[in-house]
């Protein structure tokens, strides 16, 4: 969890406040669907070079939080 200090510190960059944001988004999506968002964003950084690298076109349908074959190491 981020402090409101360091909520500070990013939002004075633009770029850095979308980054954030979209981790955020990712996290709480997470949360909602049941899933640990630690456990999820270090599967997703694990699993993400090797599915791009295999299917370079492809959805990420199977990566997100609400796919039926998200690994059961995600689940809180």
């Not at 370079?56 to 997100?64: H, I, Q, R, S, T």
Request: glycine content about 2%.
């Amino acid at each position: 969890m981020l402090s409101r200090a360091q909520l500070q510190y990013i939002t004075l960059d633009h770029d850095k406040a979308k980054a954030s944001a979209a981790v955020y988004g990712i996290m709480e999506t997470a949360k909602a669907h049941g899933l640990n968002p630690e456990k999820y964003i270090n599967h997703l950084l694990a699993v993400l070079p090797e599915y791009f690298a295999k299917y370079p076109k492809a959805a990420v349908d199977d990566l997100m939080p609400w796919a039926d074959k998200l690994t059961e190491l995600c689940h809180i």
